[in-house]
């Protein structure tokens, strides 16, 4: 049960922890897991798809076409949950905003399995709106359970960003095999699968949540959660609250300049991979990647599948339903994986999948952030300027190393063929900045913002997020003209300076925000 330190909103069964957390924020988990698996293995193929030849299946645009597409899209999708965070406020209820929110995104992406224009473009209609229900509240869920244990959310964030993680190097995974092995939208179609799966999982084990989430006229004042003789956390004065929103303000604009320059792994990095990278390997070249392509599956697989029997050791007894769909959603995944990997060690030679580097980014998430969540919960932790100072200094060195890599490519290049190791180091460059920053952001906002505010608020930096991905998509399809004029090199150190200075400019203002803050840290 829950120590006395930290008391947890919702179910009694919510109180039992799991890697000292409750085991509410674990459905969550996996919840997001699933969305994430659909929305970036359906991301992994959509500009590699629409560049392909006709041949190969693809419909043969342009990469400024595709690129287009692909920023119009990531911006959308990170714009529409400030219309789902109002409408969950004010009407739906966190928890029933998630559940249309996936349904929404299941039919999207069944749409997508469908080798049509009108199928691909209202598909993409349905994941844009789906994800406006589900993107800002699901972590308002998660704002509910904390509301009484502020201290712990750097931490559970963290976690519930392993789950995003876990969700998306599996989905870029194997949506990305199934795509570009056996076709286009079959990797769309099985995306459509696990966010189904995840939807009933989540459906069926909600009651955990107690009066968290529910619609407003059902769910009692966040104060009656909070013992008579406490502060509410939202009874702040309006000279401090216009401070901590001037805060919530400042870091969402630095957020915009990381995710121009970290949302090029779906665009411009995945056009260099498919393009410019040496990825047909052969003898012990291919061996070698065989065996660490395994590790690399299997291990987190593993660890991803023990958190999944620790939870159902706690909840199977009450929510057995949500831990079947759970069940089956990993043996699904455990069969597309066995079948994988058994495929590759049948063959001669080995030709890495151009959307298989995208999983670098998640599976190096799902191996350092423990360390972070132990870093920002010890006395080391630093401040919020300082972890997104750090988060921006190290995505622009990222986009260094393939400025050197890219160095040998001719000007005006169409094809190449660099070194894997510089998109490897690049990735976990990018890594090791997204975690200094991206949950450190939900998390500051969950802190800074009164509860009765948070999933507007939730949707509001989400806007800036997608400003971010639409400059990604205008800048990387600036790729062709930018190499031709210039060079390869010349384009990456674009994502080079434009981060490492923006993140020194928020590291100096660390005295500012400590005065605005009012004592949160």
Known sequence: MNTAKYRFEGSEMNNKLLLGHPAGLFILFFTEMWERFSY??????????????????????SREEALGLYGTYTMLVYFTPIIGGILADR?????????IGALLMTLG?????????????????LLI???????????????????????????????????????AFLGIMLCGYVGETYGWHFGFGLAGIFMFLGMLQFYFAQSIFGNVGLKPNKVADLSDAINKDEKSYDDVPNNVQRDRYIVVGILAFFTIFFWAAFEQAGGSMTIFAKDYTNRVLEGSAATVFRIAN?????????IITYVLFSLFKITFKKYALSNTFLGISFAIIWIIVITMLKNQFSEVSTEIPASWFGILNSFFIITFAPL?????????????????GV???????????????????????KTASVSVIWLILAYLLHTLGELSLSPVGLSYVSKLVPGKM??????????AVGMGNKLAGSMGGMIDEITTKYSMSTFFLIFTFVPIIAGLLVMSLTPLFKKLMHGVK
Not at 41 to 61: C, Q, Y
Not at 109 to 125: E, N, Q
Not at 143 to 150: D, E, H, K, P, R
């Open 391 to 413: 988060g921006l200094i190290l995505l622009g060195l990222g986009f260094l190393v393939l400025a050197y890599g890219s160095a040998s490519i001719p000007q005006g290049a």
């Open 454 to 463: 948070i999933a507007m608020m939730f949707g509001l930096w989400y806007i």
């Open 109 to 125: 992406h069944a749409s997508m399995a469908f080798d049509t224009p009108w199928a691909l473009y209202v598909g993409i209609g």
């Open 294 to 302: 395994t590790l690399l599956t299997i291990v987190p697989l593993i």
């Open 40 to 61: 970036y293995g359906m991301r992994a193929l959509l500009v590699i798809f629409l560049i392909s030849s006709l041949t190969d299946g693809g419909w043969a645009w």
């Open 372 to 388: 972070f969540s132990k870093i920002w919960e010890s006395k080391y932790n630093p401040p919020a300027t300082i972890k997104f």
């Open 91 to 99: 009407i739906l209820g966190y928890r029933n905003a998630v559940v």
């Open 129 to 167: 709106a789906g994800n406006g229900f589900f993107k800002p509240n699901i972590t308002s869920i998660i704002n509910g359970i904390y509301i009484n244990a502020q201290d712990k959310k750097d931490g559970a964030f963290t976690i519930f960003y392993m789950g995003v993680n876990a969700g």
